[in-house]
T-cell receptor, first 113, second 112 residues
Framework: AQTVTQSQPEMSVQEAETVTLSCTYDTSESDYYLFWYKQPPSRQMILVIR??????QNATENRFSVNFQKAAKSFSLKISDSQLGDAAMYFCAYRTSGSRLTFGEGTQLTVNP | DAGITQSPRHKVTETGTPVTLRCHQT?????MYWYRQDPGHGLRLIHYSYGVKDTDKGEVSDGYSVSRSKTEDFLLTLESATSSQTSVYFC???????????FGQGTRLTVV
């Protein structure tokens, strides 16, 4: 079974600083997709960034970027120039070619002013 | 916002009663998912569907059943609700494997 592990239940960062959230996954597949979602207190799930496993280039979306290490099965999220609005629960997710979408346990990010 | 609606948004029910949660989409997306969210566990997959009448179990499917008789509706049934099924339930939809999943607003279910 595929598993997704987020080893940091909580993280904190100073406003304007950089923070990295960790995610590892276990799979025997070679073709899959990875996502980071953000869940603010409103409970809404918001896509932050996605990565296709066949692409070697790391995905970037403005202040958000990933470090995708396929051999190590690692998919970390870097948030640069952190803002107060970045405070939320962040979930890493893995999707197989068979459509199953699995989430990690989440990392609660606090941004300190 | 993606056209996905969960109903009801809140429900309190008694132990042993059956409960059905509904997920309705207007996007004609192929894939639909039911998750439960609990503190310390993230989102855990209950069941998912890859087409009309095509469903499969997730990691926490015991005590739950689903049905998808048409593209737009995915129903989650708790056959006999227990207190351990008190949770927030999310429905999600997506069109293709490499696209994002869109989520409903969530249903807070309390079993007393």
């Amino acid at each position: 079974a595929q598993t997704v592990t987020q080893s940091q239940p909580e993280m904190s960062v100073q406003e304007a600083e950089t923070v990295t959230l960790s995610c590892t996954y276990d799979t025997s597949e070679s073709d899959y997709y990875l996502f980071w979602y953000k869940q603010p207190p409103s409970r809404q799930m918001i896509l932050v960034i996605r990565q296709e496993a066949y692409k070697q280039q790391n995905a970037t979306e403005n202040r958000f970027s990933v470090n995708f290490q396929k051999a190590a099965k690692s998919f970390s999220l870097k948030i640069s120039d952190s803002q107060l609005g970045d405070a939320a629960m962040y979930f890493c997710a893995y999707r197989t070619s068979g459509s199953r979408l699995t989430f990690g346990e989440g990392t609660q990010l606090t941004v300190n002013p | 916002d993606a056209g996905i609606t969960q109903s009801p948004r809140h429900k309190v029910t008694e132990t042993g009663t059956p409960v059905t949660l509904r997920c309705h989409q207007t996007e004609n997306h192929r894939y639909m998912y039911w998750y439960r969210q609990d503190p310390g566990h993230g989102l855990r997959l209950i069941h998912y569907s890859y087409g009309v009448k095509d469903t499969d179990k997730g990691e926490v499917s015991d005590g739950y059943s689903v049905s998808r008789s048409k593209t737009e509706d995915f129903l989650l049934t708790l056959e006999s609700a227990t207190s351990s099924q008190t949770s927030v339930y999310f429905c999600a939809i997506s069109s293709d494997l490499n696209t994002e999943a869109f989520f409903g607003q969530g249903t807070r279910l309390t079993v007393v």
